[in-house]
């Protein structure tokens, strides 16, 4: 008999209905296996470039340092470049690396570069109470073990807070100091105003290599804006170097799971009144901030350099947290701020064998 006829000769209808329904079928199920492949291919080329930057980022600080057992556990430091001392305090998310990168003008310039990792960063420890006061202690043992006297120290945003506590507990060791937009609260208010989104969002990121990398790729400017307080169109409008130096700075901070417990204890410090005797800093200062940085370091930089006494005070109209444009002229000053301590403190050094 004909396939095509049912019973009493009527003709079958249902055949064509459940061929078009399976074909129907087979076509999802092949967009659903290429789309499931798809998908799987993406995760493997993500997964692959996370692995590719996190080996980068491992590669990039291999190597690099010295450890001393200090007071205070393990601290890490690593020295660069040959002439007068430098000690390099980084901010929030450095570590040594930090410090050697922001200073390589210095290098270059005659000064030999110590740059520590503060307490909590990469492979220093995070001690019991690390306060800016200890952390600035533990600065002055890393000097004795590497038999350094007088140095002239330098504070980069939240390392401000530490190299202000090393020229009041140890103004024998300071011969100048220079902060560079610092992060300190010394009207009462946090200097780091975020809402409790960005709050929560930035201590996921700091938590996870993975969610911070994926940050990087997907929300650049966010990033930009939240993590280095400053305005992504500033960045896209600056000279291909200086984007390169922003895209560096962000990078840097991978692997972030090493810097975790420093980034919040950083948060937490900063967001604490600063009970800082300014007035008692006798040596010369130098304090830089630029205008628009979003975390209103300009405000703390004229408030400490209205404190300090003789201190010197330069503020740009624009550059934001990292001073975007104003690379070459920051070092600049800062090279002639540190000839001029150098010859002041030797004229200082020199006077009492001249009486």
């Known amino acids: 008999m004909v396939s095509s006829l049912t019973h009493c000769g009527r003709l079958d209808t249902r055949q064509p209905v459940v061929a078009a329904a399976?074909?129907?079928?087979?076509?999802?199920?092949?967009?659903?296996?290429?789309?499931?492949?798809?998908?799987?291919?993406t995760a493997a080329l993500v997964g692959a470039a996370f692995i590719r930057d996190m080996r980068e980022a491992e590669r990039r600080i291999a190597g690099r340092s010295e450890v001393i057992a200090s007071s205070f556990g393990q601290l890490e430091y690593a020295v660069a470049g040959q002439g007068p001392d430098l000690l390099m305090v980084h901010g929030t998310g450095g570590g040594f690396d930090q410090g050697l990168a922001f200073t390589e003008e210095l290098s270059r310039r005659g000064h030999r570069v110590i740059a520590p990792s503060r307490f909590g960063y990469l492979r220093s420890d995070f001690p019991d109470a690390p306060s800016s006061e200890r952390q600035a202690d533990a600065f002055a043992e890393l000097l004795d073990r590497l038999d350094v006297g007088r140095v002239a120290v330098a504070g980069g945003s939240a390392g401000a807070l530490s190299a202000l506590q090393f020229a009041l507990r140890h103004p024998q060791r300071c011969s100048a100091l220079i902060l560079i937009v610092p992060a300190a609260n010394v009207r009462g208010t946090?200097?780091?105003?975020?809402?409790?989104?960005?709050?929560?969002?930035?201590?996921?990121?700091?938590?996870?290599?993975?969610l911070f990398w994926i940050g990087l790729e997907l929300r650049r400017d966010a990033m930009i804006r939240t993590l280095l307080a400053t305005q992504p169109s500033l960045v896209r409008a600056a000279p291909i170097e200086e984007q390169q130096r922003v895209q560096r700075i962000l990078r840097g901070i991978l692997p972030v799971s090493r810097?975790?417990?420093?980034?919040?204890?950083?948060?937490?410090?900063?967001?604490?009144?600063?009970?800082?005797a300014f007035s008692r800093i006798t040596v010369?200062?130098?304090?830089?901030?630029?205008?628009?940085?979003?975390?209103?370091?300009?405000?703390?930089?004229?408030?400490?350099?209205a404190a300090?006494?003789?201190?010197?005070?330069?503020?740009?109209?624009?550059?934001?947290?990292?001073?975007?444009?104003?690379?070459?002229s920051l070092w600049s000053?800062?090279?002639?701020?540190?000839?001029?301590?150098?010859?002041?403190?030797?004229?200082?050094?020199?006077a009492p064998s001249l009486r």
């Open 22 to 41: 399976a074909r129907t079928f087979g076509m999802r199920k092949a967009t659903a296996v290429l789309l499931a492949g798809a998908l799987v291919g």
């Open 190 to 210: 946090d200097p780091v105003q975020m809402t409790a989104l960005q709050a929560f969002l930035v201590r996921l990121l700091a938590g996870s290599d993975l």
């Open 259 to 276: 810097r975790t417990r420093g980034m919040l204890n950083d948060a937490s410090l900063a967001g604490r009144p600063a009970r800082i």
């Open 284 to 305: 010369p200062t130098l304090v830089i901030s630029a205008q628009d940085d979003l975390f209103g370091t300009a405000s703390t930089a004229r408030d400490i350099a």
């Open 308 to 328: 300090v006494p003789g201190a010197r005070l330069v503020v740009y109209p624009s550059g934001g947290h990292v001073w975007v444009g104003r690379d070459a």
């Open 333 to 350: 000053e800062v090279a002639r701020f540190l000839q001029e301590a150098s010859l002041a403190d030797q004229a200082e050094v020199a």
